[in-house]
């Protein structure tokens, strides 16, 4: 494996357009009993596992995952760190390598073919990669977002009392979307509003140092850190959109059809650490503990931060969840926010420019111009 470069000191997750990208939200865990065996694994997730013919290493495909730093993906840090992904791809007869690097440089190495597979939300899955034409394959669902985005306000006490209010957050991001969703539920647009397009790496010290400041929408643990500020209050949050902010690893869909042993191997080795990170016991406890150290973090704040993170444990939970209308129910609101925001690029003159496949062969949008797909085949295979 390639030593992966430095991690960022927590989470970013920012959307993609052509020239200007910026940030998303955090994560969380609720470690649960599950019925393991001796190695930790979950006996659902060895059904998995494949033997490989021995094959020298230097004629062994070599592939590659761009990761950053998230709560809700630290398990692939670990899983590299720790040999797992190693040993899944020795299984299937490749290699495969993690690389660390900001969120947006992920995603341009994925769109680029620097990278075969990416980590990435799913607003974010329908901007560079489908406006460059990169036809993308949902491999694993990992979590949503159920507390980590926030829209916090001082004197404010409801999303109705936001109107004239200047707003400030990182324009097009899921901070805009998750704001855009909160209005219109009170019966209000953007137009309602000011916005203040502000860096997430200004975005706290401004609103603290400014008393005038009196709305902010961000991500944790910046919300979670503004919330503590006397007379901050949070108004509204991502858990009252549930399953609409996605994370999710993805793969170009030729190299996966070309190779399915990536994919096999990248879920396998997925949901062996999820296996491991719910064991009660010492071995889960240092797992987690191991996660914390590579995000940078204290336990105690990753937890935190994966306390507001609905993560789907399970590879049935997953599977149920993208074979679900909920999930077509839920990717409406988003591909009419990317189009509305012009993130489906120059080509697409309507929603329905670009399509969505799901794994019952409906399709979103047209069915000639599909460039997301949500495949749960992987996963059945360790359900």
């Avoid at 060895?46 to 290493?57: C, D, F, G, V």
């Avoid at 761009?66 to 791809?89: H, R």
């Avoid at 097009?172 to 397009?197: F, I």
Wanted: glycine share 8%; proline share 4%; aromatic share 8%.
């Amino acid at each position: 494996m390639k030593t992966k470069q430095k991690a960022h000191r927590f989470p970013q997750r920012m959307v993609v357009t052509f020239l200007l990208l910026t940030a998303g939200g955090c994560g969380r865990v609720e470690p649960m009993p599950s019925a393991l065996d001796d190695e930790g694994l979950s006996p659902v997730v060895l059904t998995m596992s494949r033997s490989a013919e021995t094959i020298p290493p230097n004629e062994r495909p070599s592939y590659t995952l761009a990761a950053s730093i998230y709560a809700g993906w630290m398990p692939w840090y670990y899983a590299e760190e720790a040999g797992v992904l190693a040993k899944w791809a020795e299984r299937e007869g490749i290699e495969i390598d993690v690389i660390s690097m900001d969120y947006v440089a992920s995603i341009e190495a994925f769109v680029t073919g620097r990278a075969d597979a990416c980590l990435v939300t799913n607003m974010d899955a329908l901007g560079l990669p489908v406006a460059a034409g990169i036809d993308t394959t949902v491999l694993i669902v990992g979590d949503y977002s159920n507390g980590n985005d926030k829209i916090l306000t001082r004197g404010i006490d409801s999303v109705a009392g936001l109107r004239g209010v200047e707003v400030s957050l990182v324009e097009l991001s899921v901070s805009n979307y998750l704001l855009n969703r909160a209005l219109d539920k009170s019966g209000m647009s953007e137009r309602d509003v000011q916005l203040v397009n502000t860096g997430d790496s200004k975005i706290r010290a401004e609103f603290l140092a400014d008393k005038r400041r009196r709305a902010v929408v961000t991500w944790n643990p910046i919300a979670s850190r503004l919330e503590q500020a006397p007379g901050v209050r949070s108004i509204y949050d991502s858990a009252q959109i549930p399953g609409e902010i996605l994370d999710l690893c993805v793969v170009n869909t030729e190299t996966l059809e070309r190779d399915p042993r990536l994919g096999r191997a990248l879920v396998g080795a997925w949901y062996e650490v999820l296996a491991l990170m719910r064991k009660p016991d010492a071995r889960g406890q240092a797992a987690v503990a191991k996660m914390a150290e590579l995000a940078g973090c204290s336990v105690a704040e990753y937890q935190a931060q994966l306390a507001t993170t609905f993560m789907f444990w399970e590879p049935a939970a997953a599977v149920a969840y993208a074979e679900s209308s909920e999930l077509q129910k839920n990717m409406e609101p988003v591909r009419q926010f990317c189009f509305a925001k012009h993130l489906l690029g120059e080509s697409a003159h309507n929603v329905d420019d670009v399509g969505i496949a799901y794994p019952d062969g409906t399709v979103q949008g047209r069915g000639d111009s599909v460039r997301l797909r949500f495949d749960t085949s992987f996963a059945k295979r360790a359900k």
